[in-house]
């Protein structure tokens, strides 16, 4: 199928307030690095000239292009068409050939040459060039050689811009569609026809709804073997996201049936991937590869370690002046607590809000350090690193940079070939502990050495597949303490006494009204609630609540001092809704939010001034997940935002790793502390509505918590002990890994 012959294929459905135009590109005014941002002057076929922005791929000055998209207005720049598809179009008229031609769109060819080839060959030059190289000889200045080469050139630049045509013909996009060529190359569109599915296995950023809405409107049939394959694949994937590190029968058949995908046809996917090694069956579970040497390698290293045991810390060390002081400011548990920590090569430490954690910790360094040990303190995110670090004031790290992420090589440079140069690795915020994660931690503990987990077992579970911390605290042989007494000083914040209630299974205690007048939020912490029924008017009164009622009462500023949390994105009480609203409030110079698409909420642009997170680590720019920042300067191609004193640059798809923070998901803010927060929650959240949810959210806040929302959705999420069930072998593994009793340490304090 040449372009020509795509030219008559649809662009897709056109509602009202979208175009269609064909023209000529004339000039490129801007263009990223990557080419997933364009704005082009287009000169359309009726003879009107248009700004075109968007992804318009590799599309070059003189090339004929349709492109579909929506008009808008810039604030600045005036009418413009923000391009949905563009897909190029080879010219049939001599003047737009020589265009083309004369653009570069051909190596070896320009606009001088161009000329001639025209006058001597018409509208027939392109079919020439493709089908008699010889005839250009005809041509002043072109020799046998130089045929040759432009032949080829034009044939490597016809079949790119057919492939990418017929991509966008079938709903890729320019951008999507660059990776998907430059992964099948001359052969992308006989893949695609034969099994569309490959480029949910083998493109990053095409997934299986994807490649099965190809795959459908190429005609394979819903019962058809690549689909069922690929469906299975994506159901192992999803499973990762969700959580689970496996997944048994009844949730792969019930993801089938959802899919569309026959019973009959799931058993057979399942064999056949099995038998290529695409996933791992075990324990009647499924596993994505990964995963399984994961869970098997968490488990048989922690056994190993605690077989293999460590050397007793030198009984002098307990007995020097530093240790003394540190150990005298602790309670019998949490001395208790240190003393395990040093005998054993496995340690958990866990405990809730009050209970001394980080005191316990501060102890444990204390000891390391009189015993000369070299330590490795480490947590999940960037953020929680940074607490660690004041905490202890020992450098800390994220575990990626400790364990030495290389980028490039897409590994760790820490392995059991070479090990952490670490007698002992602390690492904090536990619960948010993967599988994948803490077994390339584990991995990396040289022989001989300790590694102490600390973490709130209360807590959600981590965001990645398996549940680590609980794991782990359900392993008899792992010595483990629980911190469980609350200090009189931390007793008296409402947010721990709180806490504490909504683990008994009670309401939060909330403060005294008078608390709230007193001008400043009390360093013991205070805990308010404004009740309210209606999603809608719950999220007036937060906003209000963020923006006039703190900052007045307790002198917080909003943007920097308080943080929002709800359960989910979605709906009028959710984090999309709510940055919408909060953008308004505290940033009104920013631009109007995207309309509306299919029922959705508005979706805010990221703009100047507005308070941003990090949603993934990035090491080349040094950010981390759930790093918090404001934005400097926001343009279509790049952001730049200020992340903790430092500006930092966004481009390309670093982009997409930022969104509006005003409110984010109790989740999201796993391993966060703020001075403020505040809890939007209704009963329309309650499939999402749990104890450890609201827990979670309570000690993210300091000095001032504020639930906003029903009394019936705090019942539901108080009541409510259940979280969403994780399915894996973990806890299974690390039951069956049992070191000998004479080397286990089974008791528990």
């Known amino acids: 199928m040449t372009i020509r012959d795509q030219a008559a294929l649809p662009l897709g459905p056109v509602d009202a307030g979208e175009a269609i135009v064909r023209g000529v590109v004339r000039t490129i005014v801007w263009q990223n690095d990557e080419k997933s941002f364009t704005v082009a002057k287009l000169l359309a076929l009726d003879g009107r000239e248009h700004v075109v922005v968007g992804d318009l791929g590799s599309t070059a000055p003189g090339e004929q292009v349709r492109v579909a998209g929506r008009w808008e207005e810039h604030k600045s720049h005036g009418k413009q068409l923000r391009a949905a598809l563009c897909v190029p179009e080879l010219p049939s008229t001599p003047d737009g050939i020589a265009r083309l031609l004369g ?34 000889r005809e041509v002043d200045g072109i020799g046998k050689e130089r045929a040759r080469r432009i032949q080829e050139t034009f044939r490597a630049r016809r079949a790119e811009s057919e492939t990418k045509s ?6 890729i996009g320019p951008a999507l569609g660059q990776k998907v060529f430059k992964r099948f190359g001359d052969e992308t569109s006989r893949v695609v026809k034969e099994d569309p599915y490959r480029l949910a296995a083998e493109v990053a950023g095409v997934g299986f709804l994807t490649a099965d809405r190809i795959g459908r409107a190429l005609g394979i049939k819903e019962d058809d073997e690549r689909r069922a394959r690929a469906a299975v694949r ?68 922690l056994a190993t370690m605690v077989r293999d045991g460590v050397e007793a810390l030198e009984p002098s060390v307990w007995q020097q002046a530093s240790v003394r002081e540190a150990m005298g400011k602790l309670s019998a548990q949490q001395r208790a607590a240190v003393e395990r920590a040093m005998a054993s090569s496995v340690f958990v430490l866990t405990g809730g809000p009050g209970t001394g954690k980080t005191t316990t910790v501060n102890a444990v360094v204390a000891v390391a350090r009189e015993a000369r040990w070299k330590l490795v303190l480490c947590a999940p995110t960037g953020r929680a690193s940074r607490r660690m670090t004041e905490a202890t004031r020992e450098p800390a790290k994220t575990i990626h940079r400790a364990l030495e992420w290389n980028p490039r090589l ?30 390339r931690l584990v991995e990396a503990v040289r022989a001989g050495a300790r590694i102490v987990f600390v973490g709130d077992a209360d807590q959600l579970p981590s965001v990645g597949p398996g549940t680590v911390l609980a794991d782990l605290l359900a392993t008899s042989w792992i010595p483990s303490v629980r911190l469980t007494e609350v200090f009189r000083q931390a007793s008296e914040s409402a947010i721990v006494r709180s806490a504490h209630a909504v683990l008994a299974g009670m309401l939060p205690e909330a403060s005294s009204p008078r608390d709230a007048s007193s001008g400043t939020a009390a360093p013991r912490g205070e805990l308010f609630w404004v009740k309210v029924d209606e999603a809608e008017r719950a999220a007036e009164l937060l906003v209000e609540t963020v923006c006039q009622r703190i900052p007045k009462r307790f002198g917080l500023d909003p943007m920097r001092d308080v943080q929002v949390l709800v359960p989910t994105h979605k709906g009028p009480l959710g984090a999309q809704a709510l940055n919408v609203a909060l953008q308004r409030a505290l940033n009104p110079s920013a631009p109007p939010p995207v309309a509306a698409v299919d029922g959705a909420a508005p979706r805010a642009k990221v703009s100047a001034g507005d308070k941003v997170m990090q949603l993934k680590n990035d090491y080349d720019l040094d950010v981390y997940n759930g790093d918090l920042g404001t934005v400097v300067r926001a343009e279509a191609n790049a952001i730049v935002a200020n992340m903790d004193g430092r500006d930092v640059l966004f481009n390309g798809d670093a982009r997409d790793s930022l969104a509006l923070a005003y409110a984010a998901t109790v989740h999201k803010s796993q391993g966060s502390e703020y001075d403020a927060v505040v809890i939007g929650l209704n009963a329309g959240h ?17 000095r001032l918590a504020v639930i906003v929302g029903s009394e019936r959705a705090v019942k539901m999420a108080v009541q409510n002990t259940r979280t969403a069930e994780r399915h894996g072998a973990l806890r299974e593994r690390l039951r069956a890994a049992e070191p000998p009793a004479h080397n286990a340490a089974s008791d528990r304090a």
């Open 103 to 136: 653009s570069g769109f051909v190596d070896g060819i320009g606009p001088g040459l161009a000329k001639r080839l025209v006058n001597a060959f018409g509208s027939s030059t392109l079919d020439v060039i493709a089908d008699h190289p010889e005839r250009l």
């Open 166 to 171: 017929f991509l966008q013909a079938v709903g």
């Open 234 to 301: 994506h159901l192992i994937l999803e499973g990762g996201d969700n959580g689970h590190t496996a997944l048994p029968p009844g949730l792969l058949a019930e993801g089938a049936v959802e899919l569309g995908i026959p019973i009959a046809k799931l058993e057979a996917a399942v064999t056949s991937l099995e038998r290529e090694h695409v996933l791992v069956r075990e324990r009647d579970l499924a596993y994505h590869p990964a995963l399984y040497r994961a869970e098997c390698s968490l488990a048989t290293r």
């Open 410 to 439: 897409q590994r760790f440079a820490r392995d059991p070939s070479a090990p952490l140069d670490a007698d002992l690795v602390l690492v904090d915020e536990s619960s948010m502990l993967d599988v994948p994660l803490a077994a």
């Open 686 to 702: 309650f499939i999402l509505l749990n104890r450890a949810l609201l827990y979670t959210a309570i000690t993210r806040a300091r």
